[in-house]
């Protein structure tokens, strides 16, 4: 079923486990993380950005999509549709087309004005039961055309967002979007820690892809809920396409056909969502 978040993340901080957010892009990979989440029985966050909710033609289809691949393939644990770094037009979009999560991302707004903004996406958001995540400091790197410099969360912008009632907080502490250069020095943990004292706000890991298992573990044992991730499955998904085509597969036995072609990296994708949500320590629902 279909779930807003604030239930599952309330829960997870208090549990010390976190719950994957995994990017969709199109039918194949809507299927893959719907499959993960079924079989290993746990929670799990759909999410679009601006960029893909664009390729995919629009909120609206987005979300109609999710919701009905859900109920096709019979899934029953819960579901959270999310925005994944919206400006404000898109979270209003998102709210409007029946997300029941969106992230307001005001990381490259002077602070007062994400503030103010943030607040407005809370109270509308709020009043139509949807949850929302605010960001502070910065994402290095970039996706999807969200560029960020890697600026560390500040605790006291960190506590004012938190106190609007946002219910999660992506704060920048080290981590990046996309591949992590060689010389990346890891996550700021003495910035996360600070946090996460400061505030019980369920606290969010964006660029999950590429952090060493037990630097995410640890961060997840401080009080990180939600872990995105989305990098790793476009390469999972790349690696095991390029696979099948290099061994000749997609001109045997009608191997071309887009519904054999794309099968081993749909797989891949499940493969590897099933192995992350293992990592964040997802309980299975009982
Ligand atoms: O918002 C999405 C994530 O932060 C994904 O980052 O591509 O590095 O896994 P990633
Ligand atoms: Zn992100």
């Not at 899934?75 to 029946?98: C, F, K, Q, S």
């Not at 992230?103 to 007062?112: A, N, Q, R, S, V």
């Not at 958001?125 to 929302?132: C, K, L, T």
């Not at 106190?163 to 020095?185: E, F, S």
Request: hydrophobic content about 40%; some cysteine; aromatic content about 6%.
């Amino acid at each position: 079923s279909i779930v807003n978040g604030n239930e599952i993340f309330a829960a997870a901080r208090k549990g010390h486990y976190a719950v994957g957010a995994f990017n969709t892009n199109n039918l194949e990979w809507t299927r893959a993380i719907l499959a993960a989440a079924q079989e290993t029985n746990t929670p799990v966050l759909i999410q679009t950005s601006m960029g893909a909710a664009k390729y995919m033609g629009g909120y609206e289809l987005c979300n109609m999509l999710v919701r009905e691949t859900v109920k096709s393939m019979d899934i029953t644990v819960p579901v959270v549709m999310h925005l994944d770094h919206g400006n404000y037009e898109a979270a209003l979009e998102a709210i409007r087309a029946g997300y029941t999560s969106v992230m307001f991302d005001g990381h490259d707004l002077p602070f007062e004005e994400n503030l103010e903004k943030t607040k407005e996406i809370v109270d509308l958001a709020h009043a139509a039961n949807i949850s929302v995540e605010a960001e502070v400091g910065s994402i290095g790197g970039e996706e999807d055309g969200i560029v960020g410099a890697g600026e560390l969360a500040d605790v006291e912008e960190a506590k004012q967002i938190a106190a609007l009632g946002v219910d999660y907080l992506a704060c920048g502490i080290g981590n990046i979007h996309g591949k992590y250069p060689a010389n990346w020095t890891g996550l700021n943990f003495d910035r996360l820690k600070e946090i996460a004292d400061a505030i019980d706000t369920p606290l969010v890991l964006h660029g999950g892809s590429g952090i060493p298992k037990e630097q995410i573990q640890k961060a997840i044992s401080m009080g990180v809920s939600k872990v995105n991730v989305n990098t790793e499955c476009q390469l999972a998904f790349q690696e095991a396409t390029r696979k099948y085509i290099e061994a000749g597969k997609d001109q045997e036995g009608k191997g071309y056909d887009p519904r054999k072609l794309l099968a081993p990296g749909t797989q891949a994708i499940t493969d590897i969502v099933k192995e992350r949500i293992e990592w964040f320590g997802t309980p299975a629902l009982g």
